[in-house]
T-cell receptor, first 115, second 114 residues
């Protein structure tokens, strides 16, 4: 998993606060994906971004969640007014081209706990 | 809707006892099937991509195969360090191109006892 950097590794927020999760893709990768993993469940797709563009946000809740991948700097997943159900591991992945069969390379995730 | 089902959910093996993990899928136009390994507290680590029925890929004690409806991950003479959760994912063709997201199964948790 070397290369895709996520921070923080652990994040604790109280209900109603905001959570900001950061992801720096591997060098040379311009495609970023965010996934959420709940205990005993599989990885669920949230959003797919390229530099300055959201390509597919079909897995992202309509309320409180947003994502960006600016021209400069890391990709950010933002959760406003967090609730207990947002507690999960959030993984970022990147790929160089996003083309057929292009594997995603994952970071080690941010574990969000909402108290 | 694209779906991936993995079985068994959990598997315990003795060191050296070979076995197979199953991944069944339904997808509208398969662009690729992926196997990943995930260790506790870590992100998934890429193992293989398979593109078409009949294809096989090998890496050390692991061999992945693909048919039109399922994929198998064969583990030959496993060692304790092979203990992990193995994830299967599919990439589906999309109308007009666009999203290249992967759809994951829930995984098989493999434990190899010494």
């Amino acid at each position: 998993n070397a290369g895709v950097m996520q921070n923080p590794r652990h994040l604790v927020r109280r209900r109603g606060q905001e959570a900001r999760l950061r992801c720096s893709p591997m060098k040379g990768h311009s495609h970023v994906y965010w996934y959420r993993q709940l205990p005993e469940e599989g990885l669920k797709f949230m959003v797919y971004l390229q530099k300055e563009n959201i390509i597919d946000e079909s897995g992202m809740p309509k309320e409180r969640f947003s994502a960006e991948f600016p021209k400069e700097g890391p990709s950010i997943l933002r959760i406003q007014q967090v609730v207990r159900g947002d507690s999960a591991a959030y993984f970022c992945a990147s790929s160089p081209t996003g083309g057929r069969g292009s594997p995603l390379h994952f970071g080690n995730g941010t574990r969000l706990t909402v108290t | 809707e694209d779906q991936v089902t993995q079985s068994p959910e959990a598997l315990r093996l003795q060191e050296g006892e070979s076995s197979s993990l199953n991944c069944s899928y339904t997808v509208s136009g398969l662009r690729g099937l992926f196997w990943y390994r995930q260790d506790p507290g870590k992100g998934p680590e890429f193992l293989f991509t398979l593109y078409s029925a009949g294809e096989e890929k090998e890496k050390e004690r692991l061999k992945a195969t693909l048919t039109k409806k399922e994929s198998f991950l064969h583990i030959t003479a496993p060692k304790p360090e092979d203990s992990a959760t193995y994830l299967c994912a599919v990439q589906a063709a999309t109308v007009g191109g666009g999203s290249e997201k992967l759809v994951f199964g829930k995984g098989t948790k493999l434990t190899v006892n010494p």
